[in-house]
């Protein structure tokens, strides 16, 4: 991730702005990336749409896709005026995850950029079935983007589990907290880290389960032994150690606090693997919060599982 070489950006057919393209231009400047900018579009076929209504099948398929390569010449343009190399396609298919997460197969680009839309009024972002899919599946790094000018300047919070309380492996906190800080450096921003503890609920059966949970250290033992690995980790990666937040809580609701906190432009999250379902999640607790940060939000899974 240290060279963003090529960047995979989902366009919005149709759309009057394109803040993914914007994105991933202020990426690309600074890395001196190549765009590839996808458009992926499938339209039922129906009689009422064509233009004019003698419009063969063909020709209206023809005339979709000719609407869209017409777009990205348009984008194309702006990336050339700007000193930026960048290609185009325009692809007809179904589902549309399918149709990126093809593409990714096919061009192994470094980083894929989408738009996701954010309404402070019900402090929700409008994900569609595409974006969990590419969420869980994309083998590498996603950017979801909501507001492209905040990726410029504004602090950047990576969310890291040292204890691996939900199952995130070691190398992965590492790797997020290096990517965080290479991201920092070429934006402008500075590079804050987040671990939210959760205090282990206790077991009231009898049983094994009785006898494990009896066994746990004690509530302030475990709370100073996070404290301790977060500071472990920010030195072992040459993070500040005020710039390493600890709280006691609640993930899903103090992730988003400390994002709004710190006005972050950015927040970097890694995915998880759960075995026996044999996919890629986020987590629930992280699931949780992806749809209540009003900023952009970067998501990886470990290097092995690119």
Known sequence: MDALRNILVLM????????????????????????????????DLHVAYFEPMTATL??????????????????????????????????????????????????????????????????????????????RDCPVPLLLVKDPARLVGAPLLACVDPMH????PAALDHQLLRHGAELAQR????????????????????????????????????????RLACRSLAIENGLALENMHFRVGVPARDIVAQARELDAGLVLMGAVSRRRLERWFVGSTAESVLDRLPCNVWVEKPATAA
Do not use: C
Request: proline share 5%; no cysteine; glycine share 8%.
């Open 12 to 43: 919005d057919p149709g759309a009057e702005s394109q803040p993914a393209f914007d994105a991933a231009m202020v990426l690309a400047k600074r890395y001196g990336s190549r765009l590839e900018l996808l458009i992926g579009v499938f339209q």
């Open 187 to 226: 934006l402008g921003g500075e590079l804050h880290a987040l671990n939210v503890f959760s205090i282990p609920a206790p077991v009231g059966v009898i049983g094994d389960a009785y006898i494990a949970s009896a066994a746990m250290p004690p509530v302030e033992d475990s709370i100073e032994m996070a």
């Open 58 to 135: 063909q020709e209206f398929h023809d005339a979709i896709m000719a609407g869209h390569h017409a777009m990205l010449e348009r984008y194309l343009k702006i990336a050339s005026d700007e000193g930026v190399s960048a290609l185009g396609e325009a692809l007809w298919g179904t589902p549309f995850h399918e149709v990126v997460l093809a593409r990714v197969a096919a061009t192994r680009p470094d980083l894929v950029v989408k738009h996701s839309v954010f309404h402070n009024r019900v402090e929700r972002t409008l994900f569609t079935g595409s974006d969990w899919h590419l969420i």
């Open 165 to 168: 309380t939900h199952d995130k």
